[in-house]
């Protein structure tokens, strides 16, 4: 059984069972949203269009195009300068919550981390050693 919510965007109360996070009449707007957005990409002069272009020449607002692109009802693999924000730095990526310019730095700071690490471990064994004396 779902649970009672109110409408993000209206305010109205609906049944939110997991699937929409919008309700039904929200939905249906914003599907009909979607069909001007995927009409005007078809056509071959605006495949390449940039987000501030489509939003500019539909009328759509710019964070749907990026729930459509995230979710992947708008691939950027057809549309090329699609994408949604990185959640780091903001700018545009296709994948994932961070654009790879910031998953290359994510990755720099662990490793860098990790060596350090690493290092503070082996110092601690260093320090446990067994010290042998030479009193007989």
């Not at 599907?31 to 539909?58: D, K």
Request: charged residues 35%; contains cysteine.
């Amino acid at each position: 059984m779902g649970e009672i919510r109110n409408c993000p965007r209206c305010g109205e109360f609906f049944n939110y069972n997991g699937v929409r996070d919008i309700c039904g009449k929200c939905a249906m707007a914003e599907e009909e949203q979607y069909e001007i957005v995927y009409r005007f990409l078809r056509r071959r002069e605006n495949r390449a269009a940039t987000v501030e272009r489509i939003v500019e020449a539909t009328g759509v607002e710019e964070d749907l195009l990026h729930k459509w692109v995230r979710k992947g009802r708008l691939q950027p693999a057809l549309f090329p300068n699609l994408g949604y924000p990185c959640d780091q730095c903001g700018h545009l990526t296709t994948t994932g919550k961070l654009c790879s310019s910031c998953q290359d730095e994510l990755k720099g700071e662990l490793r860098k981390f990790e060596a350090g690490q690493e290092f503070r471990e082996a110092v601690k064994k260093a320090e446990k050693g067994t010290y042998l004396s030479d009193k007989r």
